[in-house]
């Protein structure tokens, strides 16, 4: 029995002892990084062969990387997904396999001609500026390749990489469709998780965040106010999210010729602006009102303008006219954005007025990454630490007055480039309202990054800068979406008729 045995393990061993040994020092290693980098290196090591084999799953389901990286990039930001590695990363590794196995499938599904428009060249543009911040050395630190990575993947490159990816994968009808309803269910689950949160508590986590970092921003009026903040970083990621989510659910559903998508799309939006008020983000309201004023242009339609400009208008005189709905106070913390003596807007003004003191000796900025890195006694220490309460406010201050106009004329190109393909370029009245949600829900976001530090935080800058760039292929799309819809029109009719024949042969 001893011999059998003895026969069987030489016998593994001979065939899988590459493996074996391969498996035994990556154990060492893991043991020997436990005790001198700690237990964040031992779990990296450790997960070595599940990346592996994930890399091998991503390159034979291309699609369900694509899945798996919408969902992950939603769900970074909650607070009960602690990672003993930067949150960034996983985002960062999705998207590099994604890149590569589209790189080596370019042969067999070549969907890099649909990356080549105004887009691309807008972000290549931004993408070259903050790569030469790379040689800024404003507050005399030297060169930190590290921490300019850091910060230029934050506001450029994460928009290029994002760019591409959904510019490849986004390939026909029914991905763009499934896509739509993953972003919806995942926009449902955050406000599922909200009704958690007011009605249940919130986790350990959470709370723990809510009772110290959070506290002063997310426990108002003496503690009879809360601003919850679902499953995001915080109640202003998560209120300009809703705002932008409620304007592009609600035009995928007015224009949506499938009656039950109809339904789901608007309910999906109703549901979302709820969450948008839990939230208490009073920018919100003006997201909102901005992604429907943009609309009524691209809408091309004076039935939908009029009713459009007319709903829009009794709201907004509502909320700054009259007391309706005073009696709750996520109304009237909305209301309150209306106040010009509001005090946290005094805050902001103040802010920018001693950042522009001292941004006028830094045309470039002061850096890619330069933050709690500049020393006390550093001339631009005030600037690399003071609150920047906005994206924009924070792309000022780190690339300079220069790098700020280049971004805000690049984010304009890409806008306009996508408004000219939804109104000249599109046909189908049902594509052309999936272009104009992704417009003016990316009108929305960024009026939120200007308001609050919103714009590059997860999941926002992939969902938003990846419904902008979905506008870009819609027109390589169409012919299939043409036919893809005749054909669900016609099954949506078949079964009126079959359902009508059935209720007619019941009444016999």
Known sequence: MARVYSNRLSEYSHENGGRVLLLFLLFLLALY?????????????????????????AFKWRMFTFWTLVIVNYFLQMKDVILPIPISLPNEMLQMILLAIAIIDARQSPHFERTMNVMLLALVIWCSFCTLQLLNDTCDLGIDIEAWYTGARLIAFQILYTFLIFSIYISSPEVLIKYLKLWAVLSLFSVFWVWKQQNYGFTEAENLWIQTRGRSTHILNAGTLIRYFSTFSDAANYGCNAAAATVAFILFGITSKIKWERIFFLLTGILIFWGMFASGTRTGIFCVGAGFIVYIFLSKSIKIAVPFSIVFLICTCLLVFTDIGNGNQQIRRMRSAFNKDDASMNVRDINKAAIRKYINDAPWGIGLGMGYNVPANNKYAKLATIPPDSEYVYIWIRTGPIGITLFVITTLIMFAGACYIVLFRLKSRSLMGIGAGFCCAFVSIQLGGYANQVLMQFPNCMIFYG???????????????????ERRLAEQEEKKRLKLEKKLASRV
């Open 33 to 57: 990084e436990l005790g001198t980098a700690g237990f964040p290196a031992f779990v990296v090591i450790c997960t070595l062969p599940l990346i592996v084999l994930y890399v091998y799953v």
């Open 467 to 485: 419904g902008l760039s979905i506008v870009y292929i819609l027109p390589f799309i169409e012919p299939e979406w043409i036919k893809y819809e």
